[in-house]
């Protein structure tokens, strides 16, 4: 079985992020992020309208980094300590040594490669730290910006469900992305 433990803390680096531990100082962020209807457009959930909301998010994944069962970054430029995105390996599949992948970005930030980035670094950890053997990604099958980043990436489709969540009154599609560790190229 595997065996993970989040402490201490890593961050992570890559040529022009630095991906950190989040905290509550981050809230105002984690606000734009989780209440900004086109970062959360193809993400079934809540959308975040106060700073208690956002505290509950921190909190959340702060929970899942001390329990050791998720491990979220917040997303930097290197020298600017302000986060733009969150990242992270979660629903931690201990017996089976799997995880998935999750990343949100503000949209003045889409298209310059950043969670491209971003998600390299957040499958070397979860592969070498981590010893994972799979880590896979769901997304909304309309959000072909998360199809190619995640393709970039080597992931691979294994799957489309049809009509499997049901959200705010409508059936939605997932799309079931995945990366084997012996397929995993740095």
Request: hydrophobic share 40%; charged share 25%.
């Amino acid at each position: 079985m595997l065996v993970i433990n989040f402490h201490p803390f890593q961050n992570l680096e890559t040529e022009r992020l630095l991906l950190r531990r989040l905290h509550e100082n981050d809230f105002e962020e984690v606000l734009a992020l989780r209440g900004n209807p086109e970062v959360m457009k193809y993400i079934p959930r809540p959308l975040a309208k106060t700073k208690e909301d956002a505290l509950a998010h921190l909190v959340q994944i702060e929970d899942k980094i001390l329990n050791n069962t998720g491990i979220n970054w917040g997303i930097t430029l290197k020298g600017n300590p302000k986060i733009f995105g969150i990242i992270g390996n979660y629903k931690i599949d201990n017996k089976n040594h799997r995880a998935e992948i999750g990343y949100t970005s503000l949209p003045e930030f889409y298209g310059q490669g950043y969670i491209t980035e971003a998600i390299k670094a957040v499958v070397t950890y979860g592969f070498e730290q981590m010893n994972l053997h799979a880590i896979e990604a769901n997304i909304d099958p309309r959000n072909k910006a998360s199809e190619r980043v995640l393709q970039k990436n080597g992931f691979v489709k294994e799957a489309h469900y049809i009509e499997n969540e049901y959200w705010e009154g409508e059936f939605l599609d997932t799309v079931i992305y995945s990366l084997l560790k012996r397929n995993f190229k740095k």
